[in-house]
């Protein structure tokens, strides 16, 4: 599982300069659903946190941390969508 879906490319390439198959060796996830995800190759697992969303929800948050007499304490839960790629496999059996 990687930060970042531009950390997943470096690691699948690293990996297979090492002689890893993936996915069949090793599964490889990124988080953040990039374009680069899709382009990759091969295409990577990654989680899509919806930016967008994301987005709205840090202008809402800071509009109510500037209004607010005490903020603290408060939660803010971020979802995410496991988008499947073609970089993760079932564990190899042993």
Excluded at 17 to 34: H, K, Y
Excluded at 38 to 67: F, K, Q
Aim: hydrophobic fraction near 35%; glycine fraction near 10%.
């Amino acid at each position: 599982m990687c930060v970042n879906d531009l950390t997943a490319v470096g690691v699948m390439k690293g990996l297979r300069s090492m002689g890893c198959r993936i996915p069949e060796d090793i599964s490889v996830t990124g988080f953040d659903r990039t374009r680069l995800a899709d382009y990759s190759n091969p295409s990577i697992t990654t989680v899509d946190i919806h930016r967008d969303l994301l987005g709205h929800m840090a202008a809402d948050v800071l509009h109510e941390l500037c209004s607010s007499t005490d903020p603290h304490g408060k939660s803010y839960p971020i979802t995410g969508e496991l988008v499947v790629g073609d970089s993760t496999g079932p564990a190899p059996s042993s």
